[in-house]
């Protein structure tokens, strides 16, 4: 794309800035090197971390795409900065999990590291004030933070999705364990939006089932950027 400039800020969140472009249909991603868990309780820059969140987003909203996944990514614009098209988000996180940790451990007393066959899907409500609380597709509907068919299609593609990235990991010798993923609406169509991270997603190696994503922030296990690079590396990314 040709002739992209940045506009006005439009958002803050906890981890990405959005910002206006001098076209109305797309919006620039940046993404910083803040980190957060705990809904926002616990908060650190991290040297680099935009960087490589930023290349490992746009490498796999790419191959999701060549797998026929349609997303917002647009295009990388610099080291932090993607281009992306201006969606009206679902305030929903869907999550997939194909091994159990994090909070389904705590919910449901399950010992982390439990193969959950088939997969498992969550709904959560975006709302940090909240604690991001899980709800069910009747509670989307009802409150209208998307339609039926919005609803049928997160889900369908939230497992395409998994489908496509069990594989690309696994031929790296790492287990996707969960994600979590956001959707808007493009001009009638729903895309993947948002991004895919190791600050949205876990990953382990496969031999010795090391944690590479964003639970060494939050279990404060240290060489957080590094892990991120590490996994970056091995699916040639970076
Ligand atoms: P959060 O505070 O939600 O963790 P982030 O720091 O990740 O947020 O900020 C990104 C924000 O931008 C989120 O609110 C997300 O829903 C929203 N968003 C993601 N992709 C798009 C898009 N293509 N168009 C509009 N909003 C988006
Ligand atoms: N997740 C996320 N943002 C959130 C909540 C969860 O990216 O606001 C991701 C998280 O990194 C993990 C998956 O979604 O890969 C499932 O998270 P979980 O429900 O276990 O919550 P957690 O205990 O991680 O907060």
Redesign the pocket.
Known sequence: MENIEKGNLL?T????S?YESNNPDF?V?HYRDDTSAFDGKKIESLDGKGTINNKFNGFIMEYLESEGIAT?FVELINETDSL????D?APVECVVRNVAAGSICKRLGLEEGIDLNPPTFEFFY?DDDLGDPMINEYHIKSFGWATEEQVEQMQVKTFEVNTALKKLFSNSGMILVDYKL?F?DYKGELLL???FTPDGCRVWDVETREKLDKDRFRQGLGDVVESYQIMAKRLGVI
């Open positions: 958002t969140g906890k981890a990405k959005l919006l991603m917002h992306v098209k201006r969606l988000m975006k956001e808007g939006g948002d991004e």
